[in-house]
């Protein structure tokens, strides 16, 4: 039996997408190729691709959240935050050093990450999300934008359901092992200084993320939800940044200090 055209539409772009990260040639927003796309659809191109990746044996091990602020919602045509999935073979430990050729168009976003220690459903509060969490930790995220921000034929921008396509551009991780215990600290009012080698300085404050950073959880378990998942115990999760993405170039050192919650860095070549 032949497949849907809906189908076949999705196992297309998540070709398409495969072969951007093969060539590090950036696509054409999936939205444009497919006038209608919807966010299911969005969705169901990232959950073939990830299946894609499981098949030859790469293990995902939690989500990243993204579009956390409403400004940054409306900018990008939807009404909520949108995820990706981490896999454990793109994690770097603090202060690797990461080859920027291997990608298209590198970020780095400043973050928090949350180790799981009992699952979360779509129903969770925010008092059940904190009590959830195993172990906090400072973290980095790198992003890579696998789709054009704009369509080379039709001009038309990429947006939020060409961004959950991509996988939300997750492309690296570095966690801390500086791990603190968030009830023991407001998270909303930690703070962080994010500096580079070459004297670019800015701060940041995590009441930035959804008024605070637990509530990550609790809006990913709501969108799994959507989608009939569940956060499991062992989750690595990265709540959303407090600074713009910030381009990387070759030769950078950079650091992302949290007080007397530690840091971490990493090393671009």
Sequence with gaps: MSPSPAHAGIEDM??????????????????AVQPGLT?????AIQETWVARQVA?????????????SEASQRALGTDRPIYGVLFADS????????????LIAPRVEVELAFVLGEALDSSCTREQALAAIAHAAPALEIIDN????????????????????????????????????PRAVDMAAIEVTFTTSDGHSEGGRFDKVFGSPEMALVELARE???RGKSLEPGDLVLCGSVIAAFALRPGMTLTADYGSLGQVELHTA
């Design 14 to 31: 998540a070709v398409r997408l495969q072969q951007a990260v093969q060539t590090r040639d950036a696509m054409r927003p999936p939205s």
């Design 224 to 226: 799994l939800g959507r």
């Design 91 to 102: 994690a770097l430990a603090s202060g690797a050093s990461l080859r920027l050729d291997q």
């Design 146 to 181: 696998r789709v054009l921000a704009q369509d080379p034929q039709s001009g038309a921008r990429r947006n939020a359901r060409d961004l959950v396509a991509e996988n939300s551009a997750a492309s690296h991780h570095l966690v801390s092992q500086h791990r603190f215990d």
């Design 56 to 68: 030859v044996g790469l293990r995902p091990v939690g989500y990243k959240l993204g579009l956390h």
């Design 39 to 43: 966010l299911d659809d969005a969705y």
